[in-house]
């Protein structure tokens, strides 16, 4: 038996990506995230914190993690 | 003039949200050379709220995670901002997005019209700060001088309004002041600061003088050649500016008048161009 991994194309912060990720959480962990101080949206939708791990990912979702810097 | 009745203590504090704070000064974070002169910056200004934003994520966080140690570190109240923002959508995800990473309900709103002019979009910006009031925000809404607009912003919730002086970044100062002056006279009782287009602290002292309730400027300090100075110069100006409003201005005339008494005026009797 070969466990077949899902691979899905994701626009995340406007690039092209290829994850494995199922879920926002994991995307986010997947980037070395999973502590720092970011915030998520989901198809141009907040997405809190907690609800990241509730949150699948599908081909083509465009995601977008920001996080605070320097303003006017 | 309408200067208020006089207080016990010329430089009162502004109260925003029910939040008394420590000057009339708002202060950006962006531009600076050096995040040491950045800090150094705000504490000379004396601000009570710096401005915030929120960008796509780098150097797996880090740069968030220095920014915000940075922040912290000044003890001063931090108001996210929606800037760059074209749409309701971007602008309320932005909003909630900021909420929770700098963990306040205050928002500097700004929805964009136009690249160039960095123009609010009115229409945007009053159907946004309706579903963020309603959404338990504190907005703050960069809007222009127009009347009406400021009406729904109000009717929408907003107890602040920012009108701006000049568009973002053009240091021009105050490019309409009859239009601010008529505001200012139209909404006597709502909080009014002037954000953007703050060039030099005599266009902060302007404002001030005219009434206006706070002034919030960025650029005009990060890129003056010595910004901790002029973040001096700032407060300076807007504190000599707010004392000139609260002491009541003189009215201006069309023709001069001494101010050296005439009566008992030497020679007074002699006739004009004898001598």
Partial sequence: MVTQVEVRTLIVNGEAVMTAAETLADLVAERGLAEAKVATARNGTFVPEKARATTPLFFDDHIEIVSPRHGG | ?275
């Fill in chain 2, 1 to 275: 003039m309408n200067a208020p009745e006089p207080t016990a203590n010329a430089k009162s504090a502004l109260t925003l949200y029910d939040v008394a704070l420590p000057s009339r000064m708002l202060i950006g974070t962006a531009q600076y050379p050096s995040p040491h002169v950045l800090a150094s910056a705000v504490e000379a200004s004396g601000a009570g709220i710096v401005t915030v934003s929120l960008r796509r994520e780098q150097a797996r966080g880090r740069m968030g995670e220095r920014f915000l140690e940075l922040v912290g570190a000044l003890g001063v109240r931090v108001l996210p901002n929606t800037a760059g923002c074209r749409t309701v959508k971007e602008a309320v995800t932005t909003a909630q997005m900021a909420r929770e990473v700098f963990n306040t309900d205050w928002i500097k709103l700004e929805v964009i019209a136009n690249d160039d002019t960095l123009q609010p979009d009115v229409f945007g910006l009053a159907e946004a700060a309706a579903v963020l009031n309603a959404d338990g925000f504190k907005v703050l809404p960069y809007t222009t001088e127009d009347l009406s607009v400021a009406e729904r912003l109000l009717n929408a919730g907003c107890q602040v309004l920012m009108p701006w002086g000049a568009p973002i970044g053009t240091g021009r100062g105050l490019a309409n002041p009859y239009a601010l002056q008529s505001m200012r006279a139209y909404f006597p009782d709502t909080p009014l600061i002037i954000d953007a287009g703050i060039g030099a602290p005599s266009h902060a002292a302007q404002a001030m003088e005219m009434g206006f309730d706070g002034v919030l400027l960025n650029t005009a300090v990060a890129k003056a050649g010595d910004p901790v100075r002029m973040a001096q110069a700032f407060a300076q100006a807007i504190d000599a500016g707010r004392a000139a409003f609260e002491s009541g201005l003189m009215g201006m005339r069309d023709m001069a008048q001494p101010s050296t008494p005439v009566a008992g005026t030497p020679f007074f009797d002699l006739k004009r161009g004898d001598a």
